[in-house]
């Protein structure tokens, strides 16, 4: 079947505008994770969903970021007020469920912030 | 606090040669598991493998294996005969259950391979 998806693959903004990314995770993929790799930070977590429930939202690098997940499934990170710093890629990874099943990561979203 | 350590930040090998890619990892849990991800140049992290824990058993998948340690807490992925498509950013990572974070990964910096003809 389709692997995980996102949209838009590239998106270049100017400061202090907002911005919405997409993540279509695998169908049937209960747990869905945001993942963000910049040059100076490598591949940090930033949230996790079990259906539309994040239980902690703490790994979001600011209160500009904010994250949701409807119907279970499609889910989309915003960053309002966007910052030269908020540039990297998003990643998106899905996995079955609760358990420790093998996360599989979307193709990401390269931002750049002008 | 680093989980995950992968000293080697960039390696080159001329095809046909072995590498090994070291990883080192931190955890107080009893039940975790560890992953090899492969990053080729057009992005996309590539699941490579997961080994539980409680199975220290070594894995080969072709001219692939890896080997993990539990008394150096270490998960080393070696490549035999490297061809010139292997090379990739390859990330260690470990997940550990965390009630609020689900299993997250944690991820090393990566290991830079250049396979050269």
């Known amino acids: 079947g389709a692997g995980v998806s996102q949209s838009p693959s590239n998106k270049v903004t100017e400061k202090g505008k907002d911005v919405e990314l997409r993540c279509d995770p695998i169908?049937?993929?209960?747990?869905l994770y945001w993942y963000r790799q910049s040059l100076g930070q490598g591949l940090e977590f930033l949230i996790y969903?079990?259906?539309?429930?994040?239980?902690?939202k703490s790994g979001l690098p600011s209160d500009r970021f904010s994250a949701e997940r409807t119907g279970g499934s499609v889910s989309t990170l915003t960053i309002q007020r966007t910052q030269q710093e908020d540039s990297a890629v998003y990643l998106c990874?899905?996995?079955?469920?609760?358990?420790?099943?093998?996360?599989?990561f979307g193709p990401g979203t390269r931002l750049l912030v002008l | 606090a680093q989980k995950v350590t992968q000293a080697q930040t960039e390696i080159s090998v001329v095809e046909k040669e072995d590498v090994t890619l070291d990883c080192v990892y931190e955890?107080?849990?009893?039940?975790?598991?560890l992953f090899w991800y492969k990053q080729p140049p057009s992005g996309e992290l590539v699941f490579l493998i997961r080994?539980?824990?409680?199975?220290?058993q070594n894995e080969i998948s072709g001219r692939y294996s890896w080997n993990f340690q539990k008394s150096t807490s270490s998960f080393n992925f070696t490549i035999t005969a490297s061809q010139v498509v292997d090379s990739a950013v390859y990330f260690c990572?470990?997940?550990?259950?965390?009630?609020?974070?689900?299993?997250?990964?944690?991820f090393g910096k990566g290991t830079s391979l250049l396979v050269t003809p």
């Open positions: 169908s049937g993929h209960t747990a």
């Open positions: 080994r539980n824990s409680f199975d220290e």
């Open positions: 955890t107080r849990d009893t039940t975790y598991y």
């Open positions: 990572a470990l997940s550990e259950a965390e009630k609020d974070s689900g299993y997250a990964l944690n």
């Open positions: 990874a899905s996995s079955l469920g609760q358990f420790q099943e093998t996360q599989y």
């Open positions: 969903f079990q259906g539309n429930s994040a239980p902690d």
